[in-house]
Nanobody, 115 residues
């Protein structure tokens, strides 16, 4: 049974920073590429960043240079450091494998960027 639990969201002013964390239970972490996704109101969920088990990363164009994804295999944790946040990045942020598994979606963590 795989469970992904996200945390770290909150309210932040434009230009601020947040660090999201996702703890993965089960055995997926050792072999899966992991990703952070977000879904804004009225929009489809999109992949923001992902990282392979070897540490290779990829980012959605709009977050390059501002977001950093990392993983700690010993702790089965994948994190997303988000800097210079923009109001349009208000969304629920989720972690999942890349590509995602439908049955692994968790509750996500709300990020609100507003003054």
């Amino acid at each position: 049974q795989v469970q992904l639990v996200e945390s770290g969201g909150g309210l932040v002013q434009p230009g601020g920073s947040l660090r999201l964390s996702c703890v993965a239970s089960g055995t997926i972490f050792s072999f899966a590429a992991m990703g952070w996704y977000r879904q804004a109101p009225g929009k489809q969920r999109e992949l923001v960043a992902s990282i392979t088990r070897f540490g290779s990363t990829k980012y959605e164009d709009s977050v390059k240079g501002r977001f950093t994804i990392s993983r700690d295999s010993a702790k089965s944790t994948v994190s997303l450091q988000m800097n210079s946040l923009k109001p349009e990045e208000t969304a629920v942020y989720y972690c999942n494998s890349d590509p995602p598994q439908q049955q692994w979606w968790g509750q996500g963590t709300q990020v609100t960027v507003s003054s």
